[in-house]
């Protein structure tokens, strides 16, 4: 049904908008904009559904939810072991590339994108980014596919698709979906879509709790953490 509807909505813009009178023309959609992302699901989660005239390069891009990671160091204070905090790294917990070509030259600026989006606040080191994306791909959270767009017809090769199946491990929350013409170094991003991605089960509500109310959750962890080390000691002291 989704389907159906972008297929008309084009058919209407190709009708009142020829191609000989138009260039660089790039609009999409998505088929669904709340996704529910579980462990047992098979097929693709959503599908993009899009329309463009250019014969430049198309990258689709999907981002997860920001996210931020503390980095720290031991350093010892009056004979005593302690963390002391480094740095602190701030990025899209999902970073998806999708390309309608392989190329050395599309691969630079998703690449460049890629690693311009991971901020580092403290002293920047790029092997610190390189050894975080090299870990979120391992994972499949970070990912470049290329050669990923499908024609809906072979007569009408303006009309693409693109399957997006996200990894298990993908963090529920609002996700963005945007599209890029990329040619020698020039880029037109279009507007964003947003998909709220859900995930049954206790991680959900720890995921939602932990970021509408971070500060009760921090006191909580920290009783549930002082709550096990003293239980593991008396459990230690006993044997």
Known sequence: MRFSFIKIIFSIFLFLCPLEGISNVLIFDVSQKKVSVSSDFKDEHFTIYGFSDSPKNLVLKITGPNQKVVLQKKKKVFGMWTWNKTGEFSYPSLFHYYTNIKSSEIDFHVKKDLVDNIKLIGKDDDNLKKELIDKKMSIELFSIKNES??????????????????????????????????????????????????????????FEFAHKFSFLYGIFSAIIAIALGITAGFIFKKN
């Open 149 to 206: 767009f499908e024609l809906l017809s072979d007569g009408i090769p303006v009309f693409f698709k693109i399957p997006v199946k996200l990894p298990k491990n993908s963090p529920a929350g609002k996700y963005l979906v945007s599209m890029n013409l990329m040619d020698q170094g020039s880029k037109f991003e279009t507007k964003k879509i947003q998909v709220f991605i859900e995930k049954p089960g206790i991680s959900s509500f720890v």
